[in-house]
Nanobody, 124 residues
Framework: QVQLVESGGGLVQAGGSLRLSCAASGHTLFSTLAMGWFRQAPEKEREFVAAISRYGVGTDYGDSVKGRFTISRDNPGNTVFLQMNNLKPEDTAVYYC????????????????WGQGTQVTVSS
């Protein structure tokens, strides 16, 4: 079992930055998990944002965040991060951290473990 807890969300003006964190705990070794970030805006489907491989060598990004968001991880600290720069109002959503064994993925159904989410609101 893996427990995930996100933090770092909040209200920011357009053009600003936020850094989300996701702390993992449980009996599974963090370095065996690929990690991902997804987001869900009201009345919309959950959307892929970014994913990172077990040792941080490989990353993937959704088209809408490429060049603005950066995913990273700290394996000794059991934490994954999402640095979000040049935020736009359309980035407003609940952001979820997710984990799956071994290989990173870009689809919601590929991930086994989910956090409760953290709200990000970008004002214009």
């Amino acid at each position: 079992q893996v427990q995930l807890v996100e933090s770092g969300g909040g209200l920011v003006q357009a053009g600003g930055s936020l850094r989300l964190s996701c702390a993992a705990s449980g009996h599974t070794l963090f370095s065996t998990l690929a990690m991902g970030w997804f987001r869900q805006a009201p009345e919309k489907e959950r959307e892929f944002v970014a994913a990172i491989s077990r040792y941080g060598v490989g990353t993937d990004y959704g088209d809408s965040v490429k060049g603005r968001f950066t995913i990273s991880r700290d394996n000794p600290g059991n934490t994954v991060f999402l640095q979000m720069n040049n935020l736009k109002p359309e980035d407003t959503a609940v952001y979820y951290c997710a984990a799956r064994p071994i290989a990173r993925g870009m689809r919601v159904e590929e991930y086994e473990y989910w956090g409760q989410g953290t709200q990000v609101t970008v004002s214009s």
